[in-house]
């Protein structure tokens, strides 16, 4: 909750300096240029669950009317080997929004295999931050010139107060960005559908079929 209350003070700027509007700005203009996925990715495994979390915030306020980007989430390094064919060569209709945070104070150094039977051994005394980063910029440069329009989001720091300034920052541009599509952000009917098919077929007194 401080995260978010400090977010709210510090996004409270009605200029397209403001992050949440750049943000809101740029994905409708992708949109509207022919874009139709958003890819949510990190290299932080904690991000993880907050990416799920932004895939519904974002589907449910904005997929209405025939309308709206459909949001993706991916955990890399774990899912370049499952998708990173697709982002590279495939349909040239998405860009991808990635979330970066600050190394961890406590790292870990890479060792040696005297047979080197990994073939890792060139890796000796490098931190794993290190090779996540490298990592990072590898990914960013090859989907780039791969035609893949990318987004950074530079957070510093992970923790509490930071996931709350996320929260805010999404909810806020999420917002912003469903009005710009002239939908409204805060219902969902299209989701009354399957529930009332699903209510229907169990049997759940009020949704009999007439």
């Not at 290299?43 to 974002?58: I, N, R, S, V, Y």
Request: charged share 25%.
């Amino acid at each position: 909750m401080l995260g978010a209350a400090k977010a709210k003070k510090d996004y409270d700027l009605r200029s397209f300096e403001n992050p949440v509007w750049l943000y809101a700005a740029i994905r409708n203009l992708l949109y509207r240029k022919g874009k139709a996925i958003e890819l949510l990715t990190s290299f932080e495994p904690a991000f993880k669950m907050m990416g799920g979390w932004w895939q519904q915030l974002f589907g449910e306020s904005e997929g209405k009317d025939g309308k709206g980007l459909f949001p993706v989430t991916a955990e890399f390094t774990a899912d370049l080997h499952s998708l990173g064919q697709m982002i590279q060569q495939g349909q040239r209709n998405l860009f991808e929004t990635m979330v970066r945070f600050a190394p961890p104070a406590k790292t870990v150094t890479v060792g040696s295999d005297w047979k080197n039977l990994d073939g890792l051994n060139y890796l000796e005394g490098r931190t794993l931050d290190f090779v996540d980063e490298q990592a990072f910029r590898g990914t960013v440069a090859a989907h780039v010139d791969g035609g893949v329009p990318v987004i950074t989001m530079d957070m510093g720091e992970l923790d509490d107060m930071k996931l709350g300034e996320l929260f805010y920052f999404f909810e806020l541009s999420c917002g912003i960005s469903a009005y710009m599509l002239g939908v409204n952000p805060f219902n969902q009917p299209g989701v009354e559908f399957y529930k009332r098919n699903m209510f229907q077929l169990l049997g759940k007194p009020g949704y009999e079929r007439k």
